[in-house]
């Protein structure tokens, strides 16, 4: 099984259940031979110091390493948990076990990581974004984008949403949101990496650095756009927002976080045919690398940035076309049908082939 560890405090049974649920069909999509599986905690890390979050990452791992392993569940990460949980949870699980094997994916690139792992569910997500627009003979160039979260998936997306020419105005975080009209480049991106990933800033500290408007406990999707890619969490895309988003002209919003638009959000796309993309698609991005982290762990090898990014980039084309293949409605692309038809088939198969019990 494969899936993220999530620490937030708002983590229940119930949010872990419908991650993993998620996460089965995700993981089918990919091609890559993992079942689905998701974790957490509702410890929060913000505020805590660094010896706290180590001290809570270990606890964790004494109790988890008992319950996974490289042939049985391989953890990563999710909100709250990077590369430096991942490392306190990866040193203990190693401390525990005296073995040094792929337990865990997400891991720094001088212990077992894979090169562009941190980039691949906001890279991945931008790829099928472009792919859903080349359906309309269209593309990211020259469009504006909105961007909901500045956590992992948030950066990466940014960043590569820039490299193919669009225009990011907004990203967030859970106290607000920022509006640069001048587009966030990779310049002003790197800065947002330094405060959200070293300094471990809040989102509003761009306007002292930057000539950009911070609206307190907003959520970027007022603001015109021609597509947008929420990235921080569950049902922060609501039927309003959907609404106002259709209203605004916006083309296509494709999904980084999980769950992110409620049902009747999705509704409101889908009547509207606008190109939307479901997370179990659109963030596969993620676990795929973290499977090929996997692969590279048991070959004792590491390829190169090249190498992961063309294999995320055919990843994320097949997903595509088997949205397309199990969604095409006449000249309409139902990527929701696709997605959850395509996932469900090869695990129903799988399940039959193997025996019920
Ligand atoms: P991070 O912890 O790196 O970033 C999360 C971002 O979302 C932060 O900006 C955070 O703001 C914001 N956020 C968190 N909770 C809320 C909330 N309740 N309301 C508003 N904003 C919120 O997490 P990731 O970027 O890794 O994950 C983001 C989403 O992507 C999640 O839904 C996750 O499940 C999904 N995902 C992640 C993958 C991965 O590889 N990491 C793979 C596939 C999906 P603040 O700084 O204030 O906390």
Redesign the pocket.
Known sequence: YKG?L?F?P?VNLGILKF?GFEQIFKNSLTTLPMGGGKGGSDFDP?GKSENEVMNFCQSFMTELSRHIGASTDIP?????V?TREIGYMFGQYKRIKNEFTGVLT?KGLNWGGSLIRPE??GYGCVYFTENMLNTKGDSLKDKTIII???????QFAAEKCNELGGKVVSM????GTIYDKNGIDNNKLDWIKNL?NNERG??SEYTNKYDAVYKHGNKPWQIKCDVALP????N?INEKDANILVKNNCIAVAE???M?CTTKAVDKFIDSKILYGP?KAA?AG??AVSGLEMSQNSMRIQWNRKEVDSKLKEIMNNIHKQCELYGTEGKFINYSKGANIGGFIKVADAILDQGVV
Do not use: F, M, Y
């Not at 990235?231 to 569950?234: E, H, L, M, P």
């Open positions: 993220g999530r937030h708002s991650l913000k990563a990460g999710d909100i709250g990077g997400g691949a569910t909901s979260g500045s956590g992992n998936v948030a967030s975080d859970s106290s959200k809040r989102i990235c921080a969490t569950q922060e980084g976080a999980n992110p997370g963030n993620g676990v």
